[in-house]
């Protein structure tokens, strides 16, 4: 069974940094798309960023020359290095991964992680 541990979450002011890694164990990781979700109070979940199995990176307009997500297949993590962070930013951010190609939706994201918490405070 595959898992996803989310780890890097934490508390920061407006302007920081923060790295959030993702560990994955029982999923088949050179193979698959990953990405990044995040979700905050009341509001829908949203696909933060996305890497596919070649390497290639989508980012959301709002965190566009912000955030930066990056795998290392060796190690079998995920990353998502976050900078300029801003209030709004403020979610539970989570990785999920899915075989093959990346999914149309996030809904098709197979393996999921608990998450891992970020505030940005102003």
């Known amino acids: 069974q595959g898992q996803l541990v989310e780890s890097g979450g934490g508390s920061v002011q407006a302007g920081g940094s923060l790295r959030l890694s993702c560990a994955a164990s029982?999923?088949?990781?050179?193979?698959?798309?990953l990405a990044w979700f995040r979700q905050a109070p009341e509001k829908a979940r949203e696909v933060v960023a996305t890497?596919?199995?070649?390497?290639?990176?989508t980012h959301a307009e709002s965190v566009k020359g912000r955030f930066t997500i990056s795998r290392d297949n060796n190690k079998s993590t995920l990353y998502l290095q976050m900078n300029s962070l801003k209030p709004e930013d403020t979610a539970m951010y989570y990785c999920a991964a899915e075989h093959g190609n990346c999914p149309s939706t996030m809904h098709a994201f197979n393996f999921r992680g608990q998450g891992t918490q970020v505030t940005v405070s102003s």
């Open positions: 029982g999923v088949m990781f050179t193979i698959s798309c």
């Open positions: 890497i596919a199995i070649n390497g290639r990176t």
